[in-house]
């Protein structure tokens, strides 16, 4: 729906364009017609009749030619293509520069191909011309500015914050534009220099100190920040003042930092939480990342959600020999399939359908396609839902990963990378000890690896996938060279299920908006930083490590449910409430992203660290890893102290 009337605004705006511009080159052949008339005209005395014949024949016979000749400049040129609303010195320069080569053509040419005509007609013709198409094309923006003032209803009074050359691109689009219920009345910038002054007849009110007494004193109802250069702390600091206003908020981009296009106020955007996390996207150089891709066969389980999708994306743009998919949710894969065949047509992509729990369809794959590298994103991750299906989450996270992680070794993958989380770190819940017990699964197999043990590892299959067990002995685990790492994340900003989308959803139906408890607190990090933090999990590992993310410091969920509040424009508890539910079975008031035993160990990113595998016996975890499998498929009521006894930092409750 959204994109439809998109379209039709897109098609609408383009059919407007032409109709303009047919009638600007309409306007330009009538009005180079008039100058030249004019000139000749003023030369007698604005006496018709003293007008020689030859003079006017000679004009007559040639400006129809001429005109048309300079419609054909004009358009090489593009002055039928500029934005005339955002009309400034530059189309100045551009319209004077067309003036000046269309009249000495005229000149040169009528003396060559006519007569010599008076030298006054070549001098105010030239002059006329370029005062009628300067006019033509500055009278738009008054039109504009006159129809706007002529409008009903009431008009959005608008701060914009910064004076630099985006702000001044949307101060001129919406000021002078076609926007009739929007105007900007006062402008922040933080350039003492420019305090006192205008732009485009709009006060510069001073800098970010002074927005909330600018707020008051022009009576805004929104505000624009419109600096994309701005570094992330910056644009934390004016954001948070902003936020505190009462005003709905957008803001121009990031992208268009470094852009030379022309800017509308229709590339606003809504203020995201990122901008109020208060640090610097990670910068991560992804060479080494994609020299270890390149020409490579490379699974993602998990493919269709908010990680894999991700990593599909990046990974697909850097040349893999094959990328498979493997996702359980159709509609999730063939959104991703098909978004991958758009921007990357030469890739070579399989997308499967199907369970990690099904062994049978799992060692399918792998003896198919042979995948050297891959990134096990398929997981239940909702903690509710998992604490009322706690087997599922034993089947799916920690079976499912046993089952993706064996088939890895015995069909020679060179490097296995789970997708973990922070709920894993002492969990109170099932679906971060289900985390837990994947992390000690791959741990295992490391260790055992390493050791020279592989062949020992067991083949933990259920009774109904008892004939696809392998012949242990028919294995070479000589070979065996499969590298494990597990990556471990706090929270995804604009995941699937995360708190933020549930909480815009809350408050465009009005309210209330739901928090479990005024203390609680997470980290968080964006899908881009994650993916990156996975992609060089995949070159660091050595077998066994969990890689963590410095995310900085915690946030405040009641802050952030708050803060998303102010930033659409609404007061807190008052305009939409803020309801506390309690704390949901299995949750913590703050996350962990390393248990004290783990320990940090340095990588050769700053931000990323290694946490030390905690010891323990691989073939005793396995035999326990056995037990619970076979709990879970029965459905046992106690799984929650089965798998307590086998993770130990789990905290049942």
């Excluded at 000749?40 to 007559?60: C, E, G, H, N, Q």
């Excluded at 002529?150 to 702000?167: C, F, H, Q, T, W």
């Excluded at 139906?509 to 607190?521: E, F, L, Q």
Aim: glycine fraction near 6%; aromatic fraction near 10%.
């Amino acid at each position: 729906m959204i994109e439809t009337s998109t379209k039709r605004r897109k098609k609408k705006l383009i059919e407007h364009w032409h109709i303009i511009m047919i009638l600007m080159m309409a306007a330009d052949f009538v009005l180079i017609h008039a100058a030249y008339f004019l000139a000749l005209w003023m030369r007698f005395d604005f006496v018709f009749s003293s007008i020689p014949k030859t003079y006017f024949s000679a004009y007559r016979s040639f400006i129809t030619y001429y005109a048309a000749g300079c419609i054909l400049l004009f358009w090489f040129m593009r002055l039928y293509r500029s934005i005339w609303r955002f009309a400034s010195y530059m189309e100045l320069l551009l319209t004077l520069g067309a003036s000046v080569l269309a009249s000495a053509a005229h000149t040169v040419l009528i003396i060559l191909l006519v007569r010599r005509m008076p030298t006054s007609y070549y001098l105010l013709g030239g002059v006329l011309q370029f005062v009628f198409l300067l006019g033509v094309r500055f009278s738009y923006r008054f039109l504009l500015l006159l129809r706007r003032k002529k409008s009903d209803g009431p008009v959005e009074r608008l701060m914009l914050i910064g004076a630099g050359s985006a702000g001044q691109m949307i101060l001129r689009d919406i000021n002078h534009g076609g926007d009739q219920h929007s105007r900007v009345v006062c402008i922040i910038d933080d350039n003492p220099n420019k305090w006192g002054r205008f732009v485009d007849g709009v006060p510069v009110a001073g800098g970010r100190d002074d927005i909330l007494a600018a707020v008051d004193k022009y009576r805004i109802n929104k505000i624009f920040f419109a600096i994309p250069s701005a570094s992330a702390a910056d644009r934390r600091d004016i954001l948070n003042i902003c936020k505190e206003t009462g005003c709905a908020m957008k803001q121009l981009p990031r992208l268009y930092a470094d852009s030379d296009d022309k800017i509308s106020a229709l590339a606003m955007r809504n203020v995201s939480m990122e901008d109020l996390l208060g640090r610097e996207p990670i910068k991560t150089d992804l060479d080494e990342v994609f020299r270890m891709i390149q020409g490579k066969t490379v699974l993602v389980t998990g493919g269709g959600g908010s990680i894999g999708s991700e990593l599909c994306r990046q990974i697909a743009s850097h040349r893999p020999g094959r990328l498979i998919i493997f996702d359980i949710y159709e509609n999730n894969a063939y959104d991703i399939q098909q978004e991958l065949k758009r921007s990357n047509p030469e890739l070579d992509l399989k997308v499967l359908i199907g369970s990690v729990r099904d062994s049978r369809k799992v060692f399918e794959l792998f003896e198919t396609y042979r995948p050297q590298i891959v990134y096990h994103a398929a997981a239940h991750k909702h903690v509710p839902l998992m604490e009322d299906s706690p087997c599922e989450a034993i089947k799916n996270n920690a079976m499912g990963t046993y089952k993706t992680a064996y088939a890895a070794i015995v069909h020679g993958c060179e490097r296995f990378v789970l997708i973990s989380t922070d709920k894993a770190v002492n969990p109170t819940n099932i679906m971060g000890a289900s985390k837990r017990l994947c992390e000690m699964i791959i741990q295992g197999f490391s260790m055992m690896i390493k050791e020279g043990r592989a062949s020992e590892i067991p083949q933990l299959f259920t009774h109904e996938e008892s004939h696809h067990n392998l012949d242990a002995a028919s294995i070479d685990f000589s070979k065996v060279k499969t590298e494990f790492a597990a990556v471990r994340f706090g929270n995804v900003l604009g995941s699937n299920g995360s708190v933020i989308p549930l909480f815009r959803k809350q408050i465009e139906n009005g309210g209330p908006v739901t928090v479990t408890h005024p203390d609680i607190i997470r980290y968080f990090m964006t899908i881009s930083e994650a993916v990156s933090l996975v992609l060089l999990a995949g070159t660091y590992a050595r077998g066994g490590e969990i890689f963590v993310l410095d995310m900085g410091s915690p946030v405040s969920i009641d802050a952030l449910a708050r803060n998303l509040i102010k930033l659409s424009g609404y007061r807190p508890d008052k305009d939409i409430k803020i309801v506390y539910t309690g704390l949901r079975p299995g949750e913590k008031l703050y996350e962990e992203k390393l248990m004290a035993e783990e320990g940090m160990q340095k990588t050769a990113n700053d931000l990323i660290h290694i946490g030390k595998p905690i010891p323990f016996e691989p073939a005793v975890f396995f035999e326990q890893l056995e037990g619970l499998m076979l709990a879970a498929y029965k459905n046992k009521r106690d799984i929650k102290e089965r798998v307590a006894e086998v993770v130990p930092t789990y905290h049942l409750e």
